[in-house]
């Protein structure tokens, strides 16, 4: 949404719910965290009013997400990522996301090696990984980010938790997605590139298609591994 026109933003709300795209990600930003501030609790709950059946997916560029997760999760969020770097207790944040039945997720600034996450793993449903330094919209992908989503598509495979969502945001375009797709990503946030669209229906649906050939193939090479014992 950080890339939707605040002129009408129902109006762009409703234009993402008819796309055919699987969820809506806001990005909350705290003026400290990042340096830029973006909207609150009351934009979650305007697309919740908005178009109910569009899943809210809220990513906490926060320094203290904990202070703040009952408040999006009242507003309507369905699932909530705090950064791996927020200086809260990351436990115990996952585990309050998850206690109320919404989705927890850990996200990664590209410096953050994803060792950092790793213990973390059993506590999540998803990981973020961040393709550009967080804080504004429109920024060009950071690849180096790559192999460190493969890596942790490894590591999840191998160790029980291979429905580990691995999300990708910052720079994302159907170029870039199927890039993150092929080392193991499978969900894509997308904002100037879906925004600036005239028909983002058919935007939505090639980066889908694209992404999901991308990832056959990747499977397809990976089968020949030795199964998990
Ligand atoms: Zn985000």
Redesign the pocket.
């Known amino acids: 949404m950080l890339a939707a026109d605040y002129g009408c933003l129902a109006d762009e709300i409703r234009r993402v719910a008819v796309s055919g795209a699987d969820a809506l ?1 806001l ?1 909350i930003m705290d003026a400290h965290f990042v340096p830029n501030l973006s909207f609150g609790p009351d934009m979650v709950a305007l697309s919740k009013k908005t178009s109910p059946g569009l899943d809210r997916n809220v ?1 906490l560029m926060m320094t203290r997400p904990d202070l703040y997760i009952d408040r999006f999760i009242d507003a309507g969020a369905q699932a909530l990522q705090i950064h791996v770097e927020a200086d809260c207790d990351i436990w115990a944040g996952l585990r309050a996301i998850r206690a109320r039945g919404v989705r927890a997720g850990l996200v990664l600034r590209p410096q953050t090696p994803v060792a950092a996450l790793l213990p973390y793993v059993p506590l999540c449903d998803a990981v973020l990984f961040m393709t550009v330094n967080p804080g504004y919209g429109g920024q060009a992908f950071m690849g180096d980010v790559l192999p460190k989503i493969a890596q942790l598509r490894k590591h999840a495979d191998g160790s029980g938790f291979g429905a580990l969502d691995i999300m990708v ?1 910052g720079g994302i375009n159907d170029e870039t997605a199927a890039l993150c797709a092929a080392q193991g990503a499978n969900m894509y ?1 997308a904002g100037s590139f879906l925004f600036k669209q005239a028909d983002m229906t058919a935007a939505v649906k090639r980066l889908r298609e694209l992404c999901e050939a991308k990832r056959q193939v990747t499977c397809t090479r990976q089968q020949p591994a030795t199964p998990n014992p």
């Open positions: 990600h990005d990513h945001d946030v």
